[in-house]
């Protein structure tokens, strides 16, 4: 059983965001009442604010703020780079496009407060990095300590990296 409020529904559409004074483009996908996936090579962390413009197939842009829940970054084909979003706000263009796939979604309902607001949501573990040089290519690469024991390889020349002691 899936931990998801919201059943998700699959549409590829041209997106921006912005976050911390920068702009990207990416594609949304994935989209549902509370939130949306958006791919794209420059995920930001988790709880930075986000504000998004989707250009939706009826021709309207949609302007709308979402919290990063989570990122990711990976060279596995399989799976897909990007962040997945919590919608904080979204307009009504948002909400007539979500109502074309369930009727629920596209009423604006009164506001409730977010996971987040409700639950104290224990402080992120600090993440540990290391540098190990490649000895292949001699390029230094920036490794999760927790990933170590799952053999990372290096980001230019894709030889396992070794941890030196």
């Not at 990122?71 to 962040?83: E, F, I, R």
Request: aromatic share 6%.
């Amino acid at each position: 059983m899936s931990k998801r409020r919201h059943e998700r529904f699959v549409r590829r559409l041209e997106t921006e965001f912005s976050a911390e004074g920068k702009n990207y483009r990416g594609i949304s996908s994935d989209f549902s009442c509370s939130g949306l996936f958006i791919r794209t090579n420059h995920a930001f962390a988790p709880n930075t604010m986000l504000e998004i413009v989707i250009h939706l197939p009826d021709g309207n842009s949609s302007v709308l703020k979402g919290r990063v829940r989570r990122a990711l970054k990976t060279t596995v084909v399989s799976l897909k780079n990007g962040m997945g979003v919590e919608l904080i706000s979204k307009d009504p263009h948002y909400s007539r496009f979500m109502a074309t796939f369930t009727p629920e979604c596209g009423e604006e309902p009164a506001a409730e407060p977010s996971r987040a607001e409700t639950v104290k949501e224990p402080a992120a573990e600090a993440v540990v990095f290391e540098i190990v040089t490649c000895v292949n290519c001699n390029i230094k690469n920036k490794v999760n300590s927790s990933k170590m024991a799952s053999g990372p390889k290096c980001g230019k020349c894709g030889h396992p990296l070794v941890q030196t002691v």
